[in-house]
């Protein structure tokens, strides 16, 4: 049975498994605290500044292997070709280390940048965010990846949905959940008043899929990196638009119409986005996410907080969104409750 190595002795392991393979003399090194159960160190050596990500053992059992390596030499090609994100390090033609200790582990170039918090960005950084995901897009669905026949995401049923809902909902009445049983008969009024038809026309390919604030770095006025692409796959890129534009956009319950409508600016440099697509697109990713973050157990952490916020956001006001998004009256930038 495998096991973790202790958080003191983990670094100093890591150090010198990168010291070995690369040659570096690591110096300083500061945790970076973002991120689920995976331990990531900026470290300053004598051939620049790189960052070490460890994958969590556990969390690993989640992934197929396979897939994240081919997440990560699609990275270093996309690198290649101009895409703001980092660049990781070969050894022995291994991207993906492992370490004598059976640690996996990457070493990576150190991308500059900050963090921006959700509704805070920019008209100039949503419309460089939106440039630079629509060539995202275009890229990873070259030919280089060969389509697969079915996407991640299974676009279930509104019945399955419902008794799902009605299922979650006798759990609360049963263990006296009041709360989260306001949000989860929300969630169903929603799912009984969605048209599943509009999801008939959408755009399978291959995606990064965990695009949100926290994976977003900016510099000035325009983005400066996309990271972690480990979960990219083949699944809607309407998922990417939606998880994008409701973590990017939405703070204190307020969707940034102006910052809306720069991204789309930006995406269609390269890709065609209209308003209708876009909302399409907000409308799938609550499909998809409402059942991960509208649970009987609470959530640790600000992420699953924020998501929930999202999911309760969108269950709202899901049947006004176009409507909304298109208002032209100059003085009308924001979607309220």
């Excluded at 190595?5 to 605290?33: A, Q």
């Excluded at 809902?165 to 989260?180: A, F």
Aim: aromatic residues 8%.
């Amino acid at each position: 049975m495998e096991t973790e190595i202790p958080n003191e002795s983990l670094l100093t392991h890591l150090k010198e498994e990168v010291d070995t393979r690369f040659g570096f003399e690591v110096g300083g090194s500061t945790p970076i605290k973002r991120g689920w159960l995976n331990q990531k160190w900026k470290i300053e050596t004598n051939q620049g500044v790189f960052l070490i990500k460890q994958y969590n053992k556990e969390r690993m059992k989640r992934y197929d292997l396979s897939m994240i390596q081919s997440a990560l030499h699609t990275q270093n090609r996309l690198f290649s070709q101009g895409i703001a994100c980092p660049e990781i390090l070969s050894y022995k033609g291994d991207l993906l280390q492992k370490s004598t200790e059976g640690e996996r582990f990457t070493v990576m170039r150190f991308m500059e940048g900050s963090l921006v918090s959700p509704g805070n960005l920019s008209s100039n950084q949503m419309q460089s965010l939106g440039d630079e995901v629509g060539r995202l897009h275009t890229l990873l669905n070259d030919g280089t990846l060969s389509a697969k026949s079915e996407t991640i995401f299974k676009i279930p049923s509104i019945e399955e949905r419902v008794e799902y809902w009605q299922s979650e909902i006798h759990k609360c009445d049963e263990q006296g959940l009041d709360r989260v049983r306001s949000l989860m008969e929300l969630q169903k009024t929603a799912t009984l008043a969605l048209d599943l038809e509009q999801f008939n026309d959408l755009t399978p390919g291959w995606c990064h899929r965990d695009l949100w604030v926290d994976n977003l770095l900016f510099s000035e006025d325009h983005l400066s990196a996309i990271l972690d692409f480990d979960r990219m796959n083949y699944d809607y890129i309407e998922l990417d638009i939606g998880r994008l534009i409701i973590s990017t956009c939405l703070q204190n319950n307020i969707l940034n119409r102006k910052a809306v409508q720069a991204f789309l600016k930006g995406y269609n440099n390269t890709n065609e986005l209209s308003v209708e697509r876009l909302v399409i697109s907000l409308r799938l990713v609550w499909y998809m996410e409402s059942t991960w973050w509208i649970d009987i157990n609470p959530h640790e952490g600000e992420p699953p907080k924020r998501f929930q916020q999202e999911m309760v956001w969108l269950a709202r006001h899901h049947q006004r969104l176009e409507k909304e998004l298109e208002k032209r009256r100059s003085n009308n930038h924001v979607l309220t409750n």
